[in-house]
């Protein structure tokens, strides 16, 4: 399910690369919301005005207010952000994956 996210996340944002990363957080990335807003550090970055930043971008997959893993996403240089409509949709894929990683559990090597 997280490789048809990500493929369905590059297509609905126009992005050039996207990839999943499961566990904790590090680094400070621009964050993708769940009002479909964009924060950089603590501050809200308007997206119409100024575009997509020059770096990766976090969006969180999670439950219950539970981290669960981030989609990394690689906007193409000078893209144009997509609609609040979109980045809507992704938000939601996003938490359809965090929903699916807490009700698969732990991965057990075998």
Known sequence: M???VRQQLVEILGLRACRFEHGTLLGRHPRL???GSL???RANWDLDKDSWPGEEIELRASVGGRYLGRFMLLPEPGAVPPPL???L???S???HVGAALD???PVLDR
Do not use: F, I, S
Request: proline content about 0%; hydrophobic content about 45%; aromatic content about 0%.
């Open 103 to 105: 009700t698969a559990g």
């Open 2 to 4: 997280v490789d048809q």
């Open 93 to 95: 894929l996003a938490d």
């Open 85 to 87: 409509q979109a980045r």
């Open 39 to 41: 924060t950089v550090g």
């Open 89 to 91: 949709v992704a938000v």
């Open 33 to 35: 919301e769940q009002d």
